[in-house]
Every structure is written in structure tokens, then in C-alpha cells.
């Protein structure tokens, strides 16, 4: 009878292996597809969200300031684009002037590339600056500026604060 309570009791152990084993790889197979399903969930989040957002989109939060580098390729076919440095209060006159020249009816889209953003620096210059540049990497900024862009090429290259002001008052 000793024989027999050992094998019976060897079964019920092998029983209950059986059972913990199957407990764990169903344990495991449902936090796989949870994270399955997680993972689907949020690849679909991201392209839709991905997928919707235009440059008009990123740029709408700040439409009117821009970096240096995105100049040539903005929305339309004609647009202008003021350099100057925005954290210099000499300069404040370009600010209200671009305000007022917002107001208007009538008018060119209007963006700033404030020259104090550390991403726009590599296009300051000391020396003598290019007046007709034919891509980003070729303008040269030395001091304010206004460019009329028209079908993506520069149509009108003025300088100084005095300039500027008078441009955007007409």
C-alpha cells in the first residue's frame, strides 16, 4: 500500500506541475498580447498623427518666425522675410513697423529669423554680404535685412534698420 500512495501521490505532483505550467504559459500569453495590443494602439496613434500633420501644421504654432535655413521654402509664391535681432531693443522699430505691416489689408506674407537663435548664427557675416543668393546656404546676413522672395528666388535685397522701416511703411 506504500507503493501505491507513492505512485498516487507521484501523479498528483506531476498533476499539479501540469497545472502550474499551464497557468504560467497562459499568464504569459495574455501580457503578450496586452502588449501586443498596446503596441498596435500606439503605432496607428502615430502614424495618424504623423500622417495628418503638414508643414503648414508645425509651422502654425510660430507662423511667423522662422530660421534662416527654411527661407527659401515657404509657402507661396511671393513672401517676405525680415533677419534682424530680436533681443536687440535698438532694433524695436522693425518690430512695430512689421506689426503695422501686419494690419494692413493688403499685403505679402511676412516672417522673421530672429538672428539671436543660436540656430541662425552660422548665417551672420562681418564681411561683405551676398545680395543675390540662390539657395539657404548662401545668404549672408550682416546686420537687418529684408528679402522679397518671388517663385522661390530673391527679387529684392534690402539692408539697414532705416531701410526697413521705410519698406514696410509704403
Request: proline share 2%; glycine share 2%.
Amino acid at each position: 500500500m506504500a507503493k501505491r500512495n507513492v505512485k498516487k501521490r507521484q501523479v498528483e505532483m506531476e498533476a499539479e506541475d501540469n497545472i502550474k505550467l499551464k497557468n504560467a504559459v497562459i499568464v504569459v500569453l495574455v501580457v503578450l498580447v496586452f502588449l501586443g495590443i498596446f503596441y498596435l494602439i500606439t503605432v496607428a496613434t502615430t502614424k495618424e498623427e504623423s500622417s495628418s500633420e503638414t508643414e503648414e501644421d508645425v509651422t502654425s504654432i510660430y507662423p511667423e518666425e522662422i530660421l534662416v535655413g527654411s527661407s527659401f521654402n515657404r509657402a507661396g509664391s511671393k513672401y517676405l522675410v525680415v533677419y534682424y535681432d530680436k533681443s536687440n531693443s535698438d532694433l524695436s522699430d522693425i518690430s512695430n513697423n512689421i506689426y503695422d505691416y501686419r494690419n494692413k489689408e493688403e499685403k505679402l506674407p511676412l516672417y522673421e529669423a530672429d538672428m539671436s537663435n543660436i540656430f541662425n548664427k552660422e548665417y551672420e557675416t562681418e564681411e561683405e554680404t551676398n545680395k543675390n543668393p540662390e539657395s539657404a546656404k548662401d545668404i549672408m546676413i550682416n546686420g537687418p535685412t529684408l528679402i522679397r522672395f518671388e517663385d522661390k528666388k530673391v527679387a529684392e535685397y534690402i539692408e539697414g534698420k532705416d531701410n526697413i522701416v521705410d519698406y514696410l511703411s509704403k
